[in-house]
C-alpha cells in the first residue's frame, strides 16, 4: 500500500507475518489476509485514516482483540484495511461523583474492572471474555456476561460515544447524562451494530458502587432439564440472583479435562449462582435459593471464600478454550430464549444431538434465556460438518419457534449473516440497509457483515 502524507506518523503494516495475525477471530469464518493494518493511536489518526481509505476506495475493518464469535472483524475478500483499537486503551477520565468512566475503544474490560475495584466501583457487564476483549468490541457487539441477568448488557451502561464515519467525519452520539430525550437515539444505533456503522474512538460508561457483600453457590443437579426447571422456578421467585450459569456434563467433563478445578464429576448439569448486595439480603436470597433448588434435586455447595470463588469462575470461563481442544472448529450459536422456556429448549437440543448422532454442548447465561450451543464438529471431515450446518438451521427454527433469537450477543458478522432473514422480515431489513447507506453511503466500513 502506498503510503503519502496523509499517513505520516501512523503506524501501519502490510509485513504478512502481520496480516495473518488479523485475518480471523474466534469464529469458524474462514480467515482472510487484509491489505494492511493500521494501529492508530488517537481520534486524530482515526479521521485520516477514515479519510485516506475513503478517498482511494480501500474498506476498513475495525478491530478489538478479535475475540467475536461471529466473523464480525475478519476481513472481506476486497481491498481492506484492518484498524486495530488495540492501542488506543488509555482511561481518560473516572468521575466518581458522576458514576462514570471515560475510555478509549482498546482497553481490555478486566482492566477497566480493576481500575474501578481500586476506587470501590464497578462496571457491571462482564463477558466471559473479560480478561482478553476490549470495550470497544464489546459495545460494536452489545456483549453480555454472566451478570446480564441481574445488570443487563452493555447498551445498558453506555451513554456517549465519540465516532469517526466512513468518510472520516467526527460525530458524537449520546451525551453526559443519565436521562436523554433528544430527537433519534444515535448513540444506541452504534451500539451492537459490529462496526459497520462508526469507529468508536471514545466512549463513555456508567458505573456502579461495589456491592457490600458477594455470596457464590454451585448447585448440582442429575439432569439437564431439571436444572432449566429450576432456572425458571429461581427467575420467578421475586429474587435476583446477579448470575445463574449453566454447565451440562459434557462442559464440565472438558473442563476437567482441560485444567482440573475439582468440579463434581457426577453432576449431569451444574447451574453457578450468584448474588450481591447488602450482606443480610443477599444471606436471605441465598437461603431461598437453597430451598427452592431442594424440589429438583438440587444439591448446594457455597464457595466459602474469594479463592473458592475464583475457581469457579475460572472453571466457568474455561469451557469455551476446552472444547477446542476437542474440535477446534466447533460450530458456536448463542440463542436466546424467552426464560420460561430453557427447560423446554434444552430438551430439543438433547433431541438434536440424539437424532444426527453429533455431540451438542450446551452451557451459557441460562438466566438470560441465553445458551452457547456447541455443535462439535470438525471442518476437516465435511459431511460431519455439512451435518453440523444443517443443525444450526434447525436449532434456529426451534428458537423462533419459541419467540427467541439466533443471537443473544455474539453478533450477526459473517457466519450468521446467511440466517438473518430467518428472524427479520423484509421491511425490517430494508430500514436496517438505509441506516447503513445513510451512515455508510459507499458500503467500505466492515462489509460483508450482518447483511449477505
Ligand atoms: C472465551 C470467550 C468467551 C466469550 N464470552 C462472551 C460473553 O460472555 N458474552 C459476550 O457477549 N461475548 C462473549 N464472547 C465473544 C467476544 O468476546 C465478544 O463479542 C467481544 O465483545 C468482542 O470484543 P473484541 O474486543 O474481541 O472485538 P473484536 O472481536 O475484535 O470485534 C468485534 C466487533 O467489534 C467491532 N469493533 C471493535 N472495535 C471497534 C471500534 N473501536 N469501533 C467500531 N467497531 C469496533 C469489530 O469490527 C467487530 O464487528 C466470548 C469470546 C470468547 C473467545
Known amino acids: 500500500m502506498e503510503t503519502t502524507d496523509q499517513l505520516a ?13 488479523y485475518s480471523y477471530d474466534s469464529s469458524i469464518a474462514e480467515p482472510e489476509l487484509p491489505r494492511a493494518v493500521a494501529w492508530p493511536r488517537n481520534t486524530e489518526q482515526v479521521i485520516r485514516l477514515a479519510k485516506y481509505a475513503s478517498d482511494h476506495n480501500i ?24 484498524i486495530s483499537f488495540e492501542k488506543m486503551r488509555k482511561i481518560i477520565d473516572i468521575n466518581t461523583k458522576n458514576m462514570t468512566v471515560v475510555v478509549e475503544p482498546g482497553i481490555l474490560n478486566s482492566t477497566l474492572q480493576q481500575e474501578l475495584k481500586y476506587l470501590g466501583f464497578f462496571y457491571p457487564p462482564d463477558p466471559a471474555s473479560l480478561n482478553i ?5 464489546n459495545v460494536a457487539t452489545n456483549a453480555g456476561g454472566p451478570r446480564a441477568v441481574k445488570y443487563g448488557v452493555t447498551r445498558d451502561y453506555v451513554m456517549e460515544i465519540e465516532a469517526v464515519t466512513a468518510d472520516g467525519t467526527l460525530i458524537n452520539a449520546g451525551g453526559r447524562t443519565y436521562k436523554r430525550a433528544v430527537g433519534y437515539d444515535l448513540k444506541n444505533l452504534l451500539v451492537g451494530s459490529e462496526g459497520t ?13 461495589l456491592p457490600q ?22 427467575l420467578s421467585s421475586n429474587i435476583a440472583p446477579r448470575t445463574m450459569e449453566l454447565m451440562d456434563r459434557l462442559s464440565i467433563e472438558a473442563v476437567e479435562n482441560y485444567k482440573s478445578t475439582g468440579l463434581p464429576p ?35 455447595i457455597v464457595a466459602e471464600d474469594d479463592a473458592a470463588r475464583d475457581r469457579l469462575w475460572e472453571a466457568r470461563r474455561s469451557i469455551s478454550p476446552a472444547l477446542y481442544h476437542i474440535k477446534p472448529s466447533k460450530i458456536n450459536e448463542d440463542i436466546v430464549v424467552p426464560r420460561d422456556k430453557i427447560a423446554a429448549i434444552l430438551k430439543d437440543i438433547k433431541k438434536l444431538s440424539e437424532e444426527s448422532g453429533i455431540k451438542i454442548i450446551s452451557f451459557g447465561h441460562a438466566g438470560d434465556g441465553n445458551l452457547h450451543v456447541n455443535i462439535m464438529t470438525d471442518k476437516n471431515d465435511p459431511e460431519e460438518y455439512r451435518q453440523g450446518l444443517a443443525i444450526v438451521k434447525k436449532l434456529f427454527e426451534i428458537t423462533l419457534n419459541y419467540k427467541g433469537s439466533i443471537s443473544g450477543e455474539h453478533g450477526i458478522g459473517i457466519t450468521k449473516a446467511p440466517y438473518l432473514e430467518m428472524e427479520i422480515k423484509k421491511r425490517e431489513l430494508e430500514l436496517m440497509k438505509g441506516i447503513k447507506k445513510i451512515f455508510d453511503p459507499k458500503g467500505m466500513l466492515n462489509p460483508g457483515k450482518i447483511f449477505c
Do not use: N, Y
Not at 457483600?213 to 429461581?234: C, H, M, N, S
Open 9 to 21: 506518523g501512523i503506524e501501519i503494516s502490510t509485513e504478512k507475518e502481520e496480516l495473518i495475525c
Open 59 to 82: 474498506s476498513l475493518i475495525p478491530r478489538g482483540a478479535g475475540t467475536g464469535m461471529a466473523g464480525s472483524s475478519v476481513p472481506v475478500a476486497t481491498e481492506c484495511m484492518v
Open 133 to 137: 476483549s476490549t470495550i470497544g468490541g
Open 197 to 209: 456503522l462508526a469507529l468508536s474512538t471514545r466512549i463513555r460508561l456508567k458505573i456502579l458502587p
Open 213 to 234: 457483600d458477594v455470596l457464590t453457590l454451585l448447585a448440582i443437579f442429575k439432569d439437564l432439564e431439571t436444572a432449566g426447571q429450576a432456572v425458571t422456578k429461581i
Open 266 to 300: 457426577e453432576a449431569e448439569a451444574l447451574l453457578l449462582i450468584e448474588f450481591d448486595g447488602i450482606s443480610s439480603a443477599v444471606q436471605q436470597e441465598a437461603e431461598t435459593v437453597i430451598e427452592l433448588c431442594r424440589p429438583f434435586g438440587g444439591d448446594i
